[in-house]
């Protein structure tokens, strides 16, 4: 598999679609070749293709302060994760002071790392190094964002050149958009869901798939549930982003 070696005759995007295209598993570095920044690097861990976790300076919000948006954690919470102790995790201190569910502390991690995606895609110019793993996979700090999160959506150069030649259709003639539909068809939600039905959706069926809730399943059943709270989440996120 041969990747270009920097970001600028193509995107973010297109490499990421190539990484997952092969189910590879490795590294993907992007170092900054501009400005003061010139040399930062930012690395996105994939496991068979698939974005497991994001190293990154470029800032997001923190733990507490997204569950605290969602109405899932009080001032009084993101208060008490000012200083945790002893250097613990912010989503262990959650849950083992009782202000937040496992549940919750895992969505809020994935939504998280889809910020921290985001934010590489903000990056023009990079030069692109990625080194692959020979055994074993890259550690999670969630489930696996699913290509649809990854790669829906994102700036490609593929795309940008046919657009580029070709006319936009009439306003009367563009359909509805897909991603939503297939988002709320995923949540078994219709056209008119408020963004209270969704989250109450997700809740329940992700409550129902998610692999933590089932320790007895098999290799494959667990495959299986990964892939469907990977459908679950990316529909949830498709919504409320």
């Known amino acids: 598999m041969l990747l270009p070696g920097r970001l600028n005759n193509t995107t973010l995007g297109d490499v990421l679609g190539q990484l997952h295209r092969a189910r590879a598993s490795g590294v993907l570095e992007l170092v900054e070749v501009r400005g003061a920044t010139s040399g930062r690097v930012h690395r996105i861990h994939l496991a068979s293709g698939l974005v497991a ?5 470029l800032r997001v919000p923190r733990l507490g302060e997204l ?10 919470g993101v ?31 994935r939504r998280q790392l889809r910020l921290r995606l985001d934010a590489l895609f903000s990056i023009e110019e990079a030069q692109l190094r990625f080194r692959a793993f020979v055994r074993g ?6 489930v696996p964002l699913s290509p649809h999160e990854f790669l829906h959506g994102r700036p490609r150069a593929r795309k940008a050149a046919r657009a580029a030649s070709t006319p936009e259709p009439a306003p009367a003639a563009r359909r509805r958009d897909p991603a939503r539909s297939w988002a709320l068809s995923a949540l ?15 809740r329940r069926l992700a409550r129902e798939v998610h692999p933590d809730r089932h320790p007895r399943a098999t290799a494959a059943e667990r495959a299986e549930l990964l892939t469907r709270f990977a459908r679950l989440s990316a529909a949830y996120h498709q919504l409320v982003a």
């Open 137 to 142: 996979l890259p550690a999670a700090s969630s």
């Open 67 to 76: 569950l605290r948006r969602e109405g899932l954690l009080t001032d009084e």
């Open 188 to 202: 078994g939600l219709g056209a008119e869901a408020s963004s209270s039905d969704v989250r109450v959706a997700f």
């Open 79 to 109: 208060r008490h994760l000012a200083r945790p102790p002893g250097g613990r995790r912010a989503g262990e201190l959650l849950v083992d002071s009782g202000l937040a569910s496992e549940r919750l502390v895992s969505a809020a991690l």
């Open 53 to 57: 976790h994001v190293e990154s300076a």
